[in-house]
C-alpha cells in the first residue's frame, strides 16, 4: 500500500507538473515560406578511407597554382566597388576610441602551433584559405582550400591530404571547405564545393560524416549536384554548415549568369547522415542575403533552428526559423523574422598594411561569415562593418527566439587598437554564456612586424553579455602581402568549444580553439591554431 501511494503521489506530482508548463510558443503560419523543391533525393553514402585518399593523392594530377574566383558579393558587383571605395575615402581620422583593453584578465592562450599552409599537399597552391578548424575529443581538425589535416591536441599531424582525395572527385577542383564536430554524437562533418563541371549541368557539392569519434577513420560521402535545385548553369557559392540537436544544416549563395539570386537551404537528420543512409528533403531557395546557419549548444533542446543573415549595406538584420529540420515530412520554415535594436551598418573598407608591405587586405562585405551560436532563448553572431576609413566586428547578442520576437539585448563593436583594421571574425557561446572572439587584424601604425596582419581573440568578460570584451594577440604574422591593389583574405575563421576529453563531451569547459590566416612569408598564407584557457 505504501509503494501504491508513493506512485500516486509522483503521478500527481508529475500532472501538476506538466499542467503548470508553459505551453509552446508557435511561429505565425503567415510567415511560412513554401519550399521551392518539395523533395530533393539524394543517394546513400559510400563510404571513404583513409587507405582510398592516400591512393588518390599518388596519382592526383596537380592543377598547379589555384586562385580561387574573386569574391561575389550578394550586392551588385558595380555597386559593392563603388561601396568599397566610397568607405575607404570616408572623413580621415587617425584613431577612434573604445579600443578593447590591451590584455584580457580572464584568457589566456594555453598553447597554438602552425595549421595548413598555403602549398600543402598535391593540390596545388590555394590562394585565399577560407580557413575552418573544430576541436574533438582527442584531434583537431582544420580544413582550408584544398586541404584537410588532423591534429592532435598539442599540433602532430595525424592525417593530410587533398579535399579532392578526402571525397574522392577529381573533375574539378574542390574549395570552400567548413567543418563541424557534433559533440553529442562524437562525429566530424565536412563539406567542399567544387567548381562547376564543363557540361554546365553539375556542380558537386560534397558531405562527408565520421563513421566514428576519430577524424583519421573511414568516412561517409556523399555527393550532390547542386543543380539539381539551383538550375543549369548556376553556381552554388559560399557554402555554410551549422548543427541543431538532431539535424545538420547546409545554406549556401546562388548565383546565376546576371548576378546573386538569394541563398538556398536543407536539412537532413543526423540519424540518416549518422548511418550512410540516403535522405529526401525540401530544399528552399531565393532566401535573402547570406543565410548563415548556427551551430546549436549542446544542452539546448530548443527544437527550432535558427538562421541569420546582414544583406550588404542593408543595416537589418533577417532570421528564420525552422521547425522539425530532422523531418522532411514536417519541415517548416517561417520569417522573415527583423530584430529590433539593430544599428545602422555600412561596408567596411579594405584594411590597410604597414608601410612596405604593399595593398590592402580584403574585408569582404557585411555578411556573416562563420556559424552562429544558438542557446536556448539566446543567438549570437558576428560581422564587419564600416567605422568611418576603419572596419571592425561587430557581434550580437539576440533574444526572444522562444517568443519569435527576436531582439537584440546588446550590440558591441570590438577592435583591438584605436588604429587597427579588423575583419573575418568568428564567435563561439558555451551553454553558460561565456563568448569567445575570433578574428583578423592590421595596425598599420604600428608599423612593420608590430602592425602586421594579426589573429586577436576576445572573451565576454565573464560570461555577461553587456560586459567589456578583453582581447589577446594571439599571434601577429612575421611578413605580409606585398602586392598592389587588395590582396585576398580568408573569407572565413572559426572559433569552437573544447568538449573535453572524457567519454561524455561537456561544453562548459571555457576553453575555446581558434582558426584563422597568417602570413609567415611574403605573400604566403599559412594558419594559426590556438586554445585559449577562458
Known amino acids: 500500500m505504501k509503494k501504491f501511494a508513493f506512485v500516486a503521489a509522483l503521478s500527481v506530482c508529475a500532472v501538476t507538473l506538466i499542467s503548470l508548463a508553459p505551453a509552446q510558443a508557435r511561429p505565425d503560419e503567415s510567415k511560412r515560406i513554401a519550399p521551392t523543391v518539395p523533395r530533393f533525393n539524394v543517394s546513400a553514402a559510400v563510404e571513404r578511407t583513409p587507405e582510398q585518399m592516400a591512393a588518390f593523392d599518388a596519382t592526383f594530377a596537380s592543377p598547379g597554382q589555384v586562385k580561387e574566383a574573386a569574391v561575389r ?14 568607405a575607404e575615402l ?45 576541436i574533438g575529443k582527442s584531434q583537431f581538425v582544420s580544413v582550408s582550400n584544398d586541404i584537410y589535416q588532423v591534429r592532435s591536441r598539442g599540433g602532430v599531424v595525424l592525417l593530410s591530404t587533398s579535399l579532392n582525395a578526402f571525397f574522392g572527385y577529381s573533375t574539378q577542383p574542390m574549395f570552400d571547405p567548413r567543418v563541424q564536430y557534433d559533440e553529442e554524437y562524437q562525429r566530424w562533418i565536412v563539406t567542399a564545393d567544387a567548381f562547376e563541371e564543363a557540361s554546365g549541368t553539375v556542380q558537386i557539392f560534397g558531405i562527408a ?16 549536384n547542386t543543380n539539381g535545385f539551383t538550375g543549369a548553369g548556376n553556381f552554388y557559392d559560399y557554402p555554410m554548415l551549422g548543427l541543431s ?11 546565376t549568369g546576371s548576378g546573386f539570386a538569394g541563398s538556398s537551404l536543407f536539412s537532413v537528420a543526423k540519424a540518416r547522415l549518422y548511418n550512410g543512409f540516403g535522405w529526401g528533403v525540401p530544399v528552399f531557395t531565393g532566401l535573402s542575403g547570406t543565410m548563415q546557419a548556427a551551430h546549436q549548444n549542446l544542452t539546448d533542446q530548443n527544437g527550432y533552428a535558427w538562421y541569420a543573415a546582414a544583406p550588404g549595406n542593408s543595416g537589418a538584420i ?15 520554415l517561417f520569417g522573415y523574422y527583423n530584430p529590433s535594436g539593430v544599428p545602422a551598418y555600412v561596408i567596411p573598407p579594405s584594411a590597410p598594411q604597414p608601410s612596405g608591405c604593399g595593398g590592402k587586405l580584403d574585408t569582404l562585405d557585411n555578411r556573416f561569415q562563420n556559424a552562429g551560436t544558438q542557446n536556448g532563448d539566446a543567438f549570437y553572431q558576428v560581422h564587419t562593418v564600416g567605422a568611418g576609413v576603419f572596419s571592425e566586428p561587430r557581434y550580437y547578442y539576440i533574444t526572444g527566439l522562444n517568443a519569435f520576437n527576436p531582439t537584440v539585448s546588446f550590440v558591441a563593436d570590438v577592435f583591438a587598437a584605436g588604429s587597427s583594421y579588423d575583419f573575418n571574425p568568428s564567435i563561439a557561446s558555451d551553454p553558460l554564456g561565456h563568448f569567445g572572439l575570433n578574428w583578423s587584424s592590421t595596425n598599420p601604425s604600428a608599423g612593420f612586424p608590430a602592425g602586421n596582419p594579426s589573429e586577436v581573440f576576445a572573451d565576454n568578460n565573464g560570461a555577461n553579455p553587456n560586459g567589456t570584451a578583453q582581447h589577446l594577440y594571439v599571434f601577429t604574422s612575421a611578413s605580409c602581402y606585398n602586392t598592389s591593389g587588395t590582396a585576398r583574405w580568408g573569407d572565413y575563421s572559426q572559433v569552437s568549444i573544447d568538449p573535453g576529453p572524457g567519454p561524455v563531451s561537456n561544453t562548459n569547459t571555457r576553453i575555446f580553439w581558434i582558426d584563422n590566416e597568417t602570413v609567415p612569408s611574403v605573400n604566403f598564407w599559412s594558419t594559426e ?3 585559449l584557457n577562458y
Do not use: H
Not at 73 to 86: E, L, N
Not at 318 to 332: I, V, W
Open 90 to 134: 570616408a572623413p580621415g581620422m587617425a584613431s577612434r576610441p573604445g579600443a578593447l583593453a590591451p590584455e584580457s584578465p580572464l584568457s589566456s592562450v594555453a598553447i597554438k602551433f602552425v595549421g595548413a599552409t598555403e602549398c600543402d599537399g598535391p593540390g596545388g597552391c590555394w590562394i585565399p584559405p577560407d580557413v575552418n578548424g573544430s
Open 209 to 224: 560524416i565520421s563513421k566514428t569519434s576519430s577524424a583519421t577513420g573511414a568516412f561517409y560521402r556523399y555527393f550532390i
Open 318 to 332: 533577417y532570421m528564420l526559423a525552422e521547425s522539425f529540420p530532422a523531418n522532411p515530412q514536417d519541415t517548416g
Open 529 to 531: 591554431i590556438a586554445k
Open 245 to 255: 540537436q538532431d539535424a545538420v544544416l547546409f545554406t549556401a549563395n546562388v548565383f
Open 73 to 86: 558579393p550578394t550586392i551588385d558587383a558595380a555597386q559593392y566597388a563603388q561601396m568599397k571605395r566610397a
